[in-house]
């Protein structure tokens, strides 16, 4: 045996006890199990919405704004919308976890600013995972829908709107978690 490979087996044995030891401290320094996601927020509707077909042309929906069903191949573009977006495509992003907020148009428009930085701010990493735009014929002033959920809400500064984002956003409610949600179609104003 040459006197070199000694030397590179021992380099190689050190190289792997390092890594070994390192994975180990990390583990020890772990605080606990994993984050654990935020409670739905009170006044949540929660149903089933089994059907993740993918259609071309129009979807009749069961709830206004749609919270899942049949959806475009496409997704749209997550971000800041001044302009009502198409429903299928908006709910393919709702099943790559995406949270849809909705608003009334008319709503006051310092309202929708609130509202538009708010979504901003909570945008989760370069996917977003959050779509804001007005929707014609709400229920209520504000609606929060993300895959088989929905919660309407009367006021911008209600912070069940924030608990809503923090519990479904970028997450697996639609079965299809981190899914894109940039690279879709619309052009988003923020």
């Not at 929906?61 to 001044?82: I, K, Q």
């Not at 148009?105 to 909570?122: C, E, I, K, M, T």
Request: glycine share 12%; net charge neutral; proline share 9%.
């Amino acid at each position: 045996m040459s006197p070199e490979r000694p030397l590179w087996v021992a380099a190689g044995l050190l190289a792997l006890a390092s890594f070994v030891v390192l994975k180990v401290a990390a583990r020890a320094g772990d605080s606990g199990p994993p984050t654990v996601r935020s409670a739905v927020p009170a006044g949540t509707k929660l149903f089933a919405e089994p059907n993740h077909d993918h259609v071309a042309g129009r979807v009749r929906y069961d709830h206004s704004p749609p919270a899942g069903g049949a959806h475009s191949s496409m997704w749209l573009e997550c971000g800041v919308y001044d302009h009502a977006v198409r429903n299928e495509l908006a709910v393919h992003s709702l099943e790559q976890g995406t949270v849809w907020i909705t608003y009334r148009p008319g709503l006051p428009s310092a309202a929708v600013a609130r509202l538009r930085a708010f979504v901003v701010a909570s945008y989760r990493g370069p996917q977003r995972y959050l779509i804001l735009s007005p929707y014609p014929g709400l229920p209520e002033p504000i609606v929060a829908s993300a895959w088989g959920a929905q919660l309407g809400l009367e006021r911008v500064g209600d912070p069940r709107l924030e608990q809503f984002v923090a519990h479904f956003a970028g997450t697996d409610q639609g079965g299809e978690p981190q899914g894109y949600c940039t690279g879709g179609a619309g052009t988003p104003v923020g």
